[in-house]
DNA sequence: CGTACTTTTGAATCGCATCAAATCTGGTGG
DNA sequence: CCACCAGATTTGATGCGATTCAAAAGTACG
């Protein structure tokens, strides 16, 4: 009972022939909570261009590299009892397998679904500096401590059963006083928001028509 | 504009005078991983019984504990421009504002839904015993990084579309080899996968007439 | 200038939420 | 022990809203 699994050859070395130089300021303006990072260990990160359905990791391999999805998507996944997959994280503009770092191997696949540019930072390296630096150490738990709440709040969200409702929490909650800049296209943020794009469309036309919101390009303001 | 607040007197004392023993043997058999918890920190622990609609703390007051959810449910909320509620968090069997422990302040209200039972433990010496402890700060780091990937994987299945779909992704994610044990009733579960409680009856019937899902009480198999 | 992708609108279908009601369950007190 | 009650479980009927399929227009990029 074999799965479907991705044609992609898994060799690792292909990760290691792209050194192209890092652009740490321009990603650093996207996500402001990456200054945490020491720079002896945003030095050591490696850019990785993926192409779509490239394996980043297996399950059982040692943990060597943690990840930040700069751009496309990294989807991680196990192969269930028939075969099929279950997804357990589409990871598009954040880090992925962070949770593993105090793992020795990967408890999922990790599979680029599409041309991605990733980076790739070593494991022994971070650990090594969250263990030497107090400052650091602190810094990484305030990420997960936010990335916790933002999860229990998509939870929430996803849990809404109307798309405006969903729309509003969101606007609520990633925005500043129910307004909000959207960093996305409205496609990528309508799976965000587990809604077909044709649905978010139209419910934020209708909460258009019907006052309760303001469109202004990427910029999205609740009235009242 | 103000909002339709809780009709609950907020009284933190309240809070102070119900001295329970702990019954931490049968937490630990419900919950492994709070063995990590140092016995120091465990054993100044506060029991609280929260009724219906009590306050357990308000938006800008101080971190002075972190909770955990024993019996009933806590609602983490934030009101909105408009005065509605924006829930954030329905905490179930697990921790709750623990990643508030490198804030000040709180950054939302929490309120018991129903009557619950709580643990309350003091922040100071939660942050305290994380300095000074290297193994309680590993395995508290280790548990938080459970927690993101389960929520990460909660976030999945609450995006798909079909009850049988959340139902099997559910299972092979919280379970062993297509089988899981619930620990809460049906209707909880639905809340959980959300869904109405209707819809999870009629699903999970469907499954065993389908052939894909074996029932036995609590314990749940996926067939083939 | 052509290609790929996003944005936008339409129509039809289907599944889940909702309301309603009956049964079953566990726990409490007389 | 039984009456009683609150809550969970289960089934039915109905309507709405999101998905899906389809297609057109707009947009970015090489």
Redesign the interface.
Not at 86 to 90: D, N
Not at 98 to 102: K, P, T, Y
Not at 151 to 156: I, P, S, T
């Given at each position: 009972m074999l799965a479907t699994r991705v044609a992609w050859p898994y060799d690792p070395s292909h990760m290691d022939d792209l050194g192209a130089e890092l652009d740490w300021t321009a990603l650093l303006a996207m996500q402001p909570a990456l200054g945490c990072i020491p720079h002896a260990l945003r030095s050591s990160a490696r850019q990785v261009k993926a192409e779509a359905g490239q394996v980043l990791f297996r399950v059982g391999d040692p943990v060597r590299q943690v990840f930040l999805v700069v751009a496309g998507e990294a989807r991680?996944f196990?192969f269930?009892?028939?075969g099929t997959e279950?997804?357990?994280?589409?990871a598009r503009g954040g880090f992925f397998a962070?949770?593993?770092?105090?793992s020795r191997r990967y408890h999922c696949e990790a599979v680029a679904s599409v041309a991605s540019t990733l980076w790739a930072f070593p494991a022994t390296l971070f650990r090594q500096r969250l263990e030497e630096s107090?400052a650091f150490?602190?810094a990484w738990?305030?990420l997960?401590?936010?990335?916790?709440?933002r999860?229990?709040?998509?939870?929430?969200r996803?849990?809404l059963n109307g798309a405006a409702d969903r729309v509003?929490?969101y606007i609520?909650?990633e925005g500043i006083?129910?307004e909000v800049m959207l960093h996305q296209s409205r496609k990528s943020w309508a799976?965000e928001l587990?809604l077909s794009h044709e649905a978010l469309y139209r419910t934020l036309r209708n909460m258009q028509h019907g006052g309760i919101l303001h469109v202004n390009g990427a910029r999205l303001a609740?009235r009242?």
């Open positions: 991680l196990r269930s009892s028939n279950v997804v357990l994280q589409r962070e949770a593993s770092l105090d107090a150490r602190r738990q305030s997960l401590a936010q990335e916790i709440r999860l229990r709040a998509q939870c929430e996803l849990s509003i929490h609520e909650c006083d129910g799976a587990g609740l009242q």
